[in-house]
């Protein structure tokens, strides 16, 4: 009996063990709940994504080679692969080997930005679903930068935005079937630069579709925007309305109100058509879509577009020929402003040298208590909600200017809704100036004409070049043929795990701004939005601190009327760029090194009236004038300002 007992106590022992064992091996599953985010994965990478590309400028597209190469051939593949913690993952070809580890996020978001390296790669990650029963559900999903998702051994969804995208909860809507029991997720997340990571749930079917039923012209919006020379539309709310007929295309057609029909394109709902309009005849453009569903009937939507030049509205009072905006005496005013200004910082904000804010109305009184100025942000569904909001508040004394709309280019804003507000405006309000933000510079063209003024907001830290910032000025002026002013919007924030512009690249791109013309500046941003500029870098708030007093000082001679004129170098070097410019404070010559990596010691051609010792403006030095040559040392990013004196 005794050896049974024992014989028995081992093989239930032997079997535990072996159950354990598995179970250490196994996969955790996830219970399907709709609604509920999947916070428990596991994890492997990172892979390269794009070895050879540069992090400026990146886009997304088949140089992602990494993306769409298989790094788990050695465990199936990405299709069949079922990883267990500890696996390892072995891609011989690239010397590279990673191991499967456990992630639990406290977080729906899912953070991928620990993997190092973080920029340029590709991770995967892994779940199991257990569904009680055969069913159709969505399957939500958000990712930054691109995803593919394979589920059960098939590649379900791809999205890969050429430039990227934000990392927020229901992206894309992909309806799947999941099988009874346990069902496979495997996700391959693409990363270019800054955050990186992902966000999963899933949602009840029948509640996405009535949702989007309910909402159909959210869902079913077309939008027009031109490009250069290409009118670029698109239908539906990408991975949205896609639902109501997931294998479908919609056509997308071109109208000419005089030529009839131009030309059609068949496209996925959510993706761009693209149509040339160079040799296209000036006049009102129709576009029609029309989308077939499988149960809804098909859906049509149309939207107006005009080729040619939208005719601009007359001068307000406070604005001159010479693109300057005027105070309620006449004389002429410098704007320099700030995003992210609370209410209890406006006194010190006027202090610290700014004399505006982007703020909401119901901020006013406060800002001009402050004596600073407004600019004010307006919201409306139509034209006549515009005119009605500026006409209530139009005479408060702390207005500057009404802000229109942010970003109507990237947004795809329709163009004669943006120039109908612009109208509006007008016609609420013919003293006070309106502007528009825009940082796609190849619809300068067509948004500047919907503005008395075009803010240029270039951010080229580490998503883009420097130089741009002055070369997005000058392209402005020249889009809208030198007949609005251009104000600059600098960047003073960082992106999601990358950083703020250092003191050099702030104080170059202000002043870059400057040679190429701008009449007015305002940074993105002082606090808010996540950040605190004073706090979180106390050496660029310095930096800014002494640059808002120069711009200050220097105002009139960025008021003086024309843009100055360009100086001719002894020896041409394209990195060098200066304007020489007369003002009722002097003549000044403004000059700087666009390069970030080299020295250069430049002779610029002046008058011999120059000759002599010439002051570097705040720099408490001076430089010698000889034969009518300024000789002076510009390390990368230099700016130097000289205040001429003839003799």
Known sequence: MKVKLNFFLFFSTFIISILFSCNNDKTDSVIYEPNTYIKDWLIVGPFPNCEDCSTISYHHDKKCKGFYTDYL??????????????????????????????????????????????????AYAFCQIESQKK???????????????????????????????????????IPVNLIKGTNNLMLKIDQGTGDFGYVVRFLDYDTV????????????????????????????????????????????????????????????????AKFLLDSVTDGFLTIKATFPTLNDGTIISETKYYKGKLEKHALVERMTKDLTIVDENGKAFFPIGTYGAPIEDYEKLK?????????????????????????????????????????????????????????????????????????????????????????????????????????VDTYPITNGSIDEV?????????????????????????????????????????????????????????????????????????TQKILLSELNELAPLFLAPGFGENVELRQKNES???????????????????????????????SKSYNGEQNVYNENRTVSVKNGILEDEFKPLDVHIYKLKSN
């Open 73 to 122: 051939e050695s465990i199936d593949g990405e299709k069949n692969a079922i990883p267990t913690e500890g696996l390892k993952v072995i891609v011989a070809n690239k010397g590279i080997e990673k191991t499967w580890f456990k992630l639990h996020s406290t977080e729906d978001k899912i953070h991928l930005t620990n993997l190092k390296p973080k920029d340029m790669v590709v």
């Open 135 to 173: 069913q159709k559900t969505i399957l939500s999903v958000g990712s930054n930068d691109g995803v593919r998702v394979f589920l059960n051994g098939e590649e379900v969804h791809e999205s890969h935005e050429y430039n990227g995208r934000w990392l927020q909860a229901d992206n894309d809507y």
């Open 209 to 272: 579709l009535t949702k989007i039923r309910e909402n159909i012209e959210s869902y079913k919006v077309l939008k027009a925007v031109s490009i250069g020379d290409t009118l670029v539309a698109s239908f539906g709310t990408k991975y949205k309305i896609s639902v109501l007929n997931p294998k479908g295309t919609v056509k997308i057609e071109l109208f000419h109100e005089n030529e009839g029909k131009l030309a059609e394109q068949t496209v996925t709902p959510g993706f761009d």
């Open 351 to 455: 202090k610290t040298g700014y004399n505006f804010v982007v703020a909401s109305v119901k901020d006013l009184d406060k800002i001009h208590e402050a004596g600073l100025l407004a600019a004010v942000h307006v919201s409306g569904k139509n034209p006549q909600e515009y005119f009605d909001f500026i006409s209530k508040y139009k005479d408060h004394p702390a207005i500057l200017c009404w802000m229109l709309y942010d970003e109507p280019g990237y947004n795809k804003a329709d163009l004669l809704y943006i120039h109908n507000i612009y109208n509006a405006a007008y016609e609420a309000d013919k003293v006070h100036p309106s502007y528009l933000v825009i940082t796609h510079s190849d619809v300068y063209k067509s948004f500047g004409r919907c503005c008395d003024i075009l803010a």
């Open 470 to 542: 002055g070369k997005n000025i000058k392209k402005a002026y020249a889009h809208t043929e030198n007949e609005t002013p251009v104000w600059h919007c600098g960047q003073m924030f960082k992106w999601p795990e990358q950083r703020r512009p250092n003191p050099q690249e702030h104080r170059f791109m202000t002043y870059h701004a400057m040679i190429n013309g701008a009449k007015g500046t305002l940074w993105y941003t002082y606090k808010g939005y996540g950040q605190n500029l004073p706090v979180d870098d106390p050496e660029l708030w310095n």
């Open 576 to 606: 060098i760029q200066a304007i020489i410019k007369e003002s009722p404070i002097g003549t000044f010559l403004i000059a700087a090194n666009i390069s970030k990596t080299e020295t250069f010691s430049p002779e610029f051609l002046i």
